[in-house]
C-alpha cells in the first residue's frame, strides 16, 4: 500500500541551525494495518508525517502509494488519496464557515467542484445521520460556525471529515494530545471504530504509550530522524506500556553513552 | 432630491466596487490595493472605447476582462513570486498607473454625448413620460437622464448581487470562502488554495472595473486620478455595511455591502452640502476607518476597565 523508500529531510541545511528530521527512513505499510508511531521530542515522527502528506518535498528518496510515486506531488493532489487529522484541533477546519459548510467540502475532496448550490437540504439530511454517530449532539448544529465548537468536538468532526470519502491513508499526527482528557478519550475510541468499520489503512502518531498499545497493530519507534524499532504482529500483541518505557530507556542511554564515550575521547585526544 | 439622487446612484455604481472587496478583503482575507488602479482602468478602457465607436456594453464587458487580468496578476506576484501582499497589490497598481496613461493617450477623456449602458433605460423612461426630459418622483420633478442612471444601475447591482450571492454558496464558492479561513483546511480538501487567491482576486477587480468602467460612463469622463483612495473607501463602505446588517449570512454581508456604500455615499453628499472641503474627504475617510477598525477593541478594553473600576468600588 504506503512505500516509503530511504527518505531524508534536512531544514535548514549548511547552516548552524542545521536539522537533520530525517535519515533514509523507509517503512512500508501494508493495506487495512494500523500503525502507531512513537519516539521522544523532536525524533522526526510529525516530518514524517508531512512528507507523506506533502507539506514539503524530501530531500531524496521515493513514496509511494499503491504503486504511484507521490513524493514529488503537490500536498494538495496527495489529498486525494490521504485523509489528514492536525494536532492542533482547529487546523483541520475553518471555523468562520457553519459544521455543515465544513464537511460539505470534506465531501468532495479531491474531487470537482461544481457551480452547484452545496449546502441543500437533502445533503444536511445526510451529515446530520452521519454526525448523530458522533453523540454530541451536534446533528442539531449544523449552521452554527464550527469555531463556536470545544476542540474535542472539531477534532471528532475533523476525523469524520478526513474519512468521509474513504482515503486509501489515513494520517493522524497526535490528534487527540491538545484535548483535555475525557475528549481525548472519546476522540481516541472514535478513531478505533472509525478504522474498524471503513477498514482504514492509517498511520498515527502518539505520545500516549497506552494508545500506542491499545490501539493499533504495529508500533514503530523513532529516533533522531530513524526508525528504532518495530514491534508488529506476534511482537506486537506481547508488547505492554512498560515494555515501551524500557525500549526507551535503552534508547536513551546507549545515546548518553554514547556522548560521554564521545566527550571522553575529545577530552583525551585532542 | 438631485442630490440624493446622485448619491444613490454613485453609491450602487461603486457598490460593485464593493462586491469586489469583499472577495478579496472578507472572503480570502487579503488587503489588495490593485483596486485603486484596477477601478481607473475599467473607467479607461471603457472611456477609449466608447469614443472610438464601440458598443457601450461590449466596453464595459472588455473592462471587466482587464480588472480579471489585472487581480489575476497581482495572484500571480502573490502566490507565484512569493511577494507580500500589500506589495504586490501596490506593485500593479503602480503599474496599471501608465497602463492607464497608456491606455488614454492622456490623463482625462471626457465622454459626451456619446452612449452608455444606461442609455435603453433613459429611451424607455422617456418614452414612458411621454417624451419629456423631467418626471415626477414623488412630487420632485427629475431629469429623465438622471433616473435612467439610477434604474440600470440599480438593476445591475442587484443582478450582481443575487449572482454573487449565489455563487459563493456553491462548491466552489464555499472553498473560495473558506481559503480565507484555513488554507491548510483547503490544502488538504485536495484544492490548490494558491489558484482560489489568484481566481479570487482575479474576479474581485473584474468587479472593481467593471464598477469603474459605469462609473465613467455616469460622471461623463475618465481620469488617471480617480482611483486614488477608492480601496479606502470601500473598506469604509464594507465596514458601515457590517454594522448596519451583520454578518449572519452571504446574503446579509452583500446587502450589508451595498447599503453601505450607498449609505457612505449619502454621507459623503451631506458633508459636502454642509461645507466640508472635497481635499479634505480622504482624511476623513481614512480617519472612519481608522476608528472602525480600532473601535471594537478599544470599547472591549474600556469595557474591561469599567468592570475593573467597578469591582474595585464594590469592594471599598
Ligand atoms: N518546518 C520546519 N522547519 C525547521 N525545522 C523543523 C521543521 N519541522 C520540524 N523541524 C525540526 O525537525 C526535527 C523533527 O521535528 P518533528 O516535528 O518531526 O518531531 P516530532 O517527532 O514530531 O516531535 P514532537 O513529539 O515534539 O511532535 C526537530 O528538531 C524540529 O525542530
Ligand atoms: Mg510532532
Do not use: C
Not at chain 1, 512528507?51 to 507521490?70: H, V, Y
Not at chain 1, 449552521?143 to 476525523?159: C, F, H, V, Y
Not at chain 1, 486509501?168 to 484535548?179: S, V
Amino acid at each position: 500500500m504506503l512505500t516509503i523508500n530511504n527518505i531524508s529531510k534536512t531544514f535548514f541545511p549548511g547552516t548552524i541551525n542545521e536539522v537533520k528530521a530525517l535519515r533514509k527512513v523507509s517503512l512500508q505499510i501494508k493495506e487495512g494495518s494500523f500503525t502507531a508511531i512513537i519516539g521522544t521530542n523532536g525524533s522526526g515522527k510529525s516530518t514524517l508525517l508531512n512528507a507523506i502528506a506533502g507539506t514539503f518535498i524530501p530531500d531524496e528518496g521515493s513514496i509511494k502509494i499503491d504503486g504511484t510515486e507521490i513524493s514529488r506531488w503537490p500536498e494538495y493532489k496527495r489529498a486525494r488519496m490521504i485523509g489528514r487529522v492536525f494536532q492542533n484541533p482547529f487546523a483541520g477546519s475553518a471555523a468562520d464557515m457553519t459544521i455543515a459548510e465544513n464537511i460539505v467540502m470534506a465531501m468532495r475532496r479531491g474531487q470537482s467542484r461544481p457551480l452547484k448550490i452545496a449546502v441543500h437540504k437533502n445533503i444536511k439530511a445526510a451529515i446530520a445521520e452521519k454526525v448523530q454517530m458522533l453523540k454530541m449532539g451536534l446533528e442539531d448544529r449544523l449552521d452554527n460556525p464550527i469555531g463556536t465548537l470545544s476542540g474535542g468536538q472539531r477534532q471528532a468532526l475533523t476525523l469524520l471529515m478526513a474519512t468521509w470519502l474513504k482515503p486509501k491513508l489515513l494520517l493522524l499526527d497526535e490528534h487527540t494530545a491538545a484535548l483535555d482528557p475525557k475528549s481525548a478519550a472519546k476522540v481516541a475510541e472514535l478513531t478505533k471504530i472509525i478504522i474498524e468499520q471503513e477498514k482504514l489503512t492509517a498511520l498515527m502518531v502518539t505520545h500516549s504509550m497506552q494508545q500506542a498499545v491499545d490501539l493499533p497493530d504495529r508500533i514503530v519507534m523513532m529516533h533522531r530522524g530513524q526508525i528504532v524499532e518495530d514491534l508488529r504482529d506476534e511482537m506486537k500483541h506481547r508488547v505492554r506500556v512498560p515494555d515501551l518505557l524500557e525500549t526507551f530507556n535503552i534508547i536513551q542511554k546507549r545515546e548518553l553513552f554514547d556522548e560521554s564515550v564521545a566527550r571522553l575521547m575529545k577530552e583525551q585526544y585532542i | 432630491m438631485n442630490l440624493v439622487i446622485g448619491a444613490f446612484t454613485i453609491g450602487l455604481i461603486l457598490s460593485l466596487l464593493s462586491l469586489g472587496m469583499l472577495i478579496s478583503f472578507k472572503m480570502i482575507k487579503f488587503t489588495d490595493i490593485t483596486v485603486d488602479g484596477s477601478i481607473t482602468l475599467g473607467a479607461s478602457l471603457t472611456a477609449v472605447l466608447i469614443a472610438t465607436g464601440w458598443n457601450p456594453w461590449l466596453a464595459t464587458l472588455m473592462a471587466f476582462f482587464a480588472g480579471l487580468l489585472a487581480g489575476a496578476i497581482t495572484g500571480v506576484l502573490h502566490t507565484k513570486f512569493k511577494i507580500q501582499e500589500i506589495l504586490a497589490g501596490i506593485l500593479m497598481m503602480t503599474a496599471l498607473y501608465s497602463i492607464n496613461l497608456r491606455i488614454m493617450g492622456r490623463s482625462n477623456i471626457p465622454l459626451l454625448d456619446t452612449g452608455s449602458v444606461s442609455s435603453q433605460t433613459e429611451q424607455l423612461l422617456t418614452t414612458i413620460s411621454g417624451g419629456a426630459d423631467k418626471m415626477n418622483v414623488f412630487g420632485w420633478e427629475v431629469p429623465v437622464a438622471d433616473m435612467g442612471a439610477l434604474f440600470s444601475s440599480l438593476v445591475l447591482s442587484l443582478l450582481l448581487a443575487i449572482v454573487l450571492n449565489y455563487f459563493l454558496k456553491t462548491h466552489f464558492g464555499t472553498v473560495l470562502r473558506a481559503t480565507g479561513n484555513n488554507p491548510q483546511m483547503v490544502r488538504a480538501q485536495g484544492v490548490n488554495n494558491n489558484t482560489m487567491v489568484v481566481f479570487s482576486l482575479a474576479l474581485s477587480n473584474g468587479l472593481v472595473a467593471l464598477s469603474g468602467a459605469i462609473l465613467a460612463q455616469y460622471q461623463g469622463f475618465a481620469d488617471v486620478q480617480m482611483g486614488i483612495g477608492m480601496m479606502v473607501w470601500g473598506l469604509a463602505s464594507i465596514i458601515i455595511g457590517e454594522a448596519l446588517v451583520g454578518k449572519s449570512s452571504i446574503g446579509m454581508t452583500i446587502t450589508g455591502a451595498i447599503l453601505g456604500t450607498i449609505l457612505f455615499r449619502l454621507l459623503i453628499a451631506i458633508a459636502l452640502r454642509w461645507g466640508l472641503n472635497p481635499n479634505d474627504l480622504k482624511l476623513v475617510t481614512a480617519v472612519f476607518v481608522f476608528l472602525a477598525l480600532v473601535a471594537p477593541a478599544m470599547f472591549k478594553n474600556l469595557g474591561k476597565r469599567l468592570q475593573k473600576v467597578r469591582s474595585h468600588a464594590n469592594n471599598q
